[in-house]
């Protein structure tokens, strides 16, 4: 990250556009009728720019380990094209994870490190949900160890930063110090989050598929 700044800028959008959501929200609370559309939308919208932002690192991560030095509009259009097998990918791995955390604690940690690694595989391998699922899998099983501890940091981070923002606010500093302050952490911790499982994947996993779609186009633009 520190060679290519850039790759924090994605997280900043989903981040800044879940900041004004909440914002709208508190503001209308006063008028549930015009409130309650634009919660839904709202939390849709923050939902799938997420998904697009979280499809963008495995290939922006792969720019930079080949030196390709993609465009960042570049990287948005290809994750763009696979919006779809994402979604879906995500509310599959969403259903499984939270169905295993309901019947017990345990498959549902099992399940987060099984699939933690399917939009990387989507995305660099060019699978549909299900096989990258599969992928992911496979993957995450060799790997548990290390895909643990990736989670554990992460979930710690994002928890400190979270009591931060409180504790600054029970202190009395301005909350407009406050959101600035969280936005700009939660982008870095997320930033790492998207960054590292893609890392991992394209280091110590299976070659990516090379014929794909994605993979033609990322070498295509390796001379940009």
Known sequence: MAKRPVLLLPTLVPSMFLTLWLVSISTLASAPSVLTPIFVLGLFAALVSYMLVGATYPILVRSTLTGAELPLAEAFRLAFRRLLTVFIASILVS?????????????????????????????????????????????????????????????????????????????????????????????????????????????????????SAIGNNLENNSNL
Do not use: H, Q
Not at 137 to 145: I, L, P, Q, T, V
Not at 181 to 195: F, G, P, R, S, Y
């Open 95 to 211: 259903v499984v994870i939270i169905s295993g955390f309901i019947l017990l604690i345990i498959p549902g940690i099992i399940f987060t490190l099984w699939y933690f690694y399917t939009i990387s595989s989507i995305m660099l391998d060019g699978k549909g949900a299900i096989g990258a699922m599969s992928a992911s899998k496979a993957f995450g099983r060799e790997n548990k160890g290390k895909t643990f501890l990736i989670l554990l940091i992460v979930s710690a981070v994002s928890t400190i930063i979270s009591s931060l923002g409180l504790a600054y606010y029970l202190v009395g500093i301005p909350t407009e110090f406050i959101v600035v302050l969280t936005l700009l952490a939660e982008a870095v911790v997320t930033a790492w989050a998207c960054i590292i499982p893609s890392y991992a994947y394209l280091t110590y996993g299976p070659p990516s598929d090379n014929s």
